[in-house]
């Protein structure tokens, strides 16, 4: 028995949600089979287009997370894993979690299920050590249960689904510039005002109020960062510019993307999230950088 799976790329932080909130796209996201084998152990195949993916199931994030969940039911099964499709990894849109999300959700489904989806969170989050040296789980919680998520609390681990607003639409844009998780991570600084605290839980309270009332405005005017922006922006090339290109071309607000170096746009319709992505892409190319754009339904 095998099944094919798809997993959704993920927009971590969101601005003011730094850690704590994430949503999923419709697309892009990675494809893989995976299936119980006979012997124990776990393989991984790689007929995806990036080649550097680790094989060994020790490094590969997806072998990582299946294996925490393999060990917490105490289990010597043996699966085989064989990715389609990746993400392109260094995105900032959760190509890690994406791949911890699928082979956890995959395994779970092929023991029939002895944990629930919400439970498979904790699993999927190795997967995050193992890529980033954190084990946050602001992409892998919206991978695996879809749709805007806000992880309450770490310790103990509470994950709140939060509802989606109908006609909210995303922009990506993925300057192809690798910026590592763990070396965007290093930068920050650890200690902020309370003032900037107060702005912050401001705008991230606002966010989520917008998201309960479906108030497109609250959502735009809650999409800032006064902590975290300022720092990693400096490491993405053109993003005021790009950020600039999103807000003219119609964007409820715009920001980066987890820990970068995509960008994300929030709009209202698919038309305008499409001007909003090329928009942005302009400005990457006139920086002779290139980059992938995505629109997708929230
Ligand atoms: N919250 C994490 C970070 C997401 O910003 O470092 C990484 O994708």
């Given at each position: 028995k095998e099944i094919k799976l798809f997993a959704p790329a993920t927009v971590a932080n969101v601005a003011a949600g730094f850690d704590i909130l994430g949503f999923a796209l419709e697309k892009p996201g990675d494809e893989i089979i995976i299936k119980r084998s006979n012997t124990p152990g776990i393989r991984i195949i790689n007929q995806s287009?990036?080649?550097?993916?680790?094989?060994a199931p020790e490094k590969n994030t997806s072998g990582v997370a299946l294996q925490a969940f393999l060990n917490h039911l105490e289990s010597k099964q043996g699966f085989e894993i064989t990715f389609l499709k990746k993400v392109k990894p260094g995105s900032g849109i959760g190509s890690s979690a994406a791949s911890s999300a699928a082979a956890v959700f995959g395994a779970n489904e092929l023991l029939d299920r002895p944990l629930s989806t919400k439970d498979l969170v904790i699993f999927a989050m190795e997967g995050e050590r193992c890529a980033s040296g954190s084990a946050h789980a602001d992409n892998v919680a919206p991978a695996l249960l879809g749709g805007f998520v806000l992880i309450r609390s770490y310790r103990p681990l509470d994950i709140v689904p939060l509802p989606t607003p109908e006609q909210l639409y995303c922009s990506i844009i993925h300057p192809q510039i690798e910026l590592k998780t763990e070396d965007a991570r290093k930068v920050l600084r650890k200690q902020i005002t309370l003032q900037d605290a107060i702005t912050q839980w401001g705008n991230t309270a606002g966010l989520i109020a917008g998201l309960f009332m479906e108030d497109y405005g609250l959502i735009g005017r809650s999409l800032q960062d006064v902590i975290i922006e300022p720092i990693r922006s400096v490491l993405i090339p053109g993003y005021e510019n790009m950020k600039e290109a999103a807000m003219t071309a119609g964007a409820l607000g715009c920001n980066i993307s987890g820990s970068g170096p995509s960008l994300f746009a929030f709009s209202t319709s698919s038309d305008k999230a499409t001007h909003i992505a090329e928009s942005m892409q302009k400005v990457c190319s006139s920086l002779n950088i290139d980059s992938d754009i995505y629109v997708s339904r929230v």
């Open positions: 287009s990036f080649t550097s993916m680790p094989l």
